[in-house]
């Protein structure tokens, strides 16, 4: 971690924790994906892959917007959810069916709603640090996020939570 003298310096740093974060995610959910039994919950991991990685070069871009070595720095916030993740679904959690379909969500969420508190941070930074491109990328992508977020708590109420409780 660089030394950090002002929000110019915090802000960089969180750009970087993000995209460490980021990749530990999406290196997470290829591992289970795969154990999601509703075809919808697979669909919407796969979908999802595809915008981390959005978000991600959107974060390369602004490391590199701001003239600074475009490089992660490990997050270890993420790394302890990413751990829980894969205990609860992959190494602990049930082999298979709407239980595991739950706990996949549930992570998800967890995971996600840590990108979401990060991403709405480094906005808030770029709005104060007078950057309203950046600040509107980060607000769009915090945007996005909401709606794969509600989208889960709207499969999860609709169908997965009630399936694991018949199980």
Not at 22 to 38: E, F, G, T, V
Not at 67 to 82: A, F, P, R, Y
Not at 123 to 144: G, I, P, Y
Request: hydrophobic content about 45%; proline content about 2%.
């Amino acid at each position: 971690m660089a030394e950090i003298s002002n929000l110019s310096d915090l802000y960089i740093d969180e750009l970087k924790d993000l995209w460490s974060a980021n990749d530990q995610m999406a290196r997470a959910l290829k591992k289970i994906a795969p154990k999601a039994s509703h075809p919808k919950l697979k669909q919407m991991l796969e979908t999802s892959q595809s915008g981390i990685a959005d978000h991600t070069n959107l974060l390369k871009a602004l490391i590199a917007n701001q003239d600074e070595t475009v490089k992660k720095e490990h997050c270890k916030g993420m790394e302890g959810l990413v751990a829980e993740a894969l205990k609860h679904t992959v190494e602990e959690g049930p082999d298979q069916g709407p239980v595991l379909d739950a706990a996949i969500i549930a992570q998800y969420q967890r995971m996600t709603h840590y990108g979401l508190t990060g991403f709405g941070t480094v906005a808030a930074f770029a709005k104060a640090l007078k950057l309203a491109d950046d600040n509107k990328q980060l607000r769009a992508a915090v945007k996005q996020m909401y709606i794969a977020d509600e989208l889960m708590t709207e499969l999860a109420e609709a169908a997965v939570n009630a399936d694991a409780a018949d199980e």
